[in-house]
């Protein structure tokens, strides 16, 4: 149900002609996903709840980190002493900054099994990620079922933003894969991250949200913008669609079709993630079983904590696993099968 106007609480923005009463109503009645709650999701989240964007869901795989909070405006100590889910914590605040809207936090990774339930059904996708591979599971779910979607992302003091309008502008796979514009191959875990490049680049995404949701779709400005904050370099260029993109040209929808997922992927500098076929953990069961023989195991509800030197293993209630200290997927595995089972 859409909340009432509340008239004083989105004054300054209906105030603003591009939206007026009109486009606050729109926004109101409107909804957007947000994949991946780190940084630029964290700060997304954040600008379409206080617009007042009616309905958010925000999914995110990990958990809050003492290393996330220079640049993650959502997450505070409180949350990483607690090893609280992102998308938890998220909701948590994002429910405090705004009781109107329908909030909903999803502790989930998305992949081409769950993306279907996960997306369908928002008029919005917003790139929170942090990998390609995730970015082109929405591209090509997005252009399958014309949903627009818009690319975030940061690394280092760069970054970039652009809407994708399937069959209307250029795609991912138009941009990435025929050559043309540069990609981000280096990640924050080598490089590191400035705040204000990643809050730059959330608000260049928020406010292409803003035009399309509240039904200002002519004001979109089609632009590829980049920019570093370190060095003053800004630029904006129009992407040409790729005629022959196998993507939204030729329909091959090759990250959502066929491919099943890793068991096992690289997850940061030196952490692996095991998604175990989805099965439901009793947490309070392993941690009684765990705490038998190793010290200071912590559960919290969502997920259950434990370090045997020099490893540190993150466990959720579906049975996707984080494994800190190595990057060796057999490490993982066999400290996997050892400690929860196979
Ligand atoms: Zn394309």
Not at 282 to 301: C, F, H, M, W, Y
Request: charged residues 20%; hydrophobic residues 40%.
């Amino acid at each position: 149900m859409t909340p009432p106007l509340d008239d004083e609480k989105y004054s300054r923005q209906i105030l603003f002609a591009g939206v007026g009463p009109r486009g606050q109503q729109r926004l109101l009645s409107a909804g957007a996903v947000i994949v991946g709650c780190g940084a630029i999701g964290a700060a997304v989240a954040n600008l379409l709840t206080r617009a007042g964007v009616g309905q958010l869901r925000i999914l995110d795989r990990d958990f809050v980190e003492t290393s996330n909070l220079q640049r993650q405006i959502l997450f505070d100590e409180h949350d990483a002493r607690e090893a609280l889910p992102k998308a938890v914590a998220a909701e948590r605040k994002l429910r405090a900054l705004n009781s109107d809207l329908q909030i909903e936090g999803v502790v989930a990774d998305l992949n081409a099994k769950n993306i279907e339930e996960l997306l369908s059904g928002f008029p919005l996708i917003l790139d929170g990620t942090d990998n390609f591979e995730t970015r082109f599971l929405i591209n090509d779910f997005a252009v399958q079922t014309g949903t627009p979607w818009i690319y975030a992302a940061a690394v280092a003091s760069y970054g970039l933003s652009f809407v994708v309008r399937p069959r209307q502008t250029a795609c991912l796979a138009c941009l990435l894969e025929s050559g043309g514009a540069p990609g981000l191959e280096e990640t924050c875990d080598t490089v590191g991250v400035l705040g204000p490049i990643v809050n730059l680049v959330a608000s260049l995404e928020a406010a292409e949200a803003l035009k399309l949701l509240s039904g200002n779709a002519s004001a979109l400005h089609g632009r590829l913008i980049s920019c570093d904050v370190w060095s003053g370099h800004l630029q904006a260029v129009q992407p040409e669609r790729n005629p022959v993109c196998r993507a939204c040209a030729r329909g091959e929808y090759r990250y959502l079709q066929g491919k099943v997922q890793p068991q096992i992927t690289m997850c940061g500098r030196d952490s692996v993630q095991i998604h175990e076929r989805r099965r439901v953990l009793d947490l309070p069961a392993l941690e009684k079983r765990l705490s038998s023989t190793i010290a200071g195991v912590r559960q919290n509800g969502f997920l259950l904590r434990f370090r045997v030197a020099p490893y540190e293993m993150t466990v959720f209630s579906d049975g996707r696993a984080i494994v800190k200290g190595t990057q060796d997927p057999a490490v993982a595995r066999s400290l996997y099968a050892k400690y929860i089972g196979a």
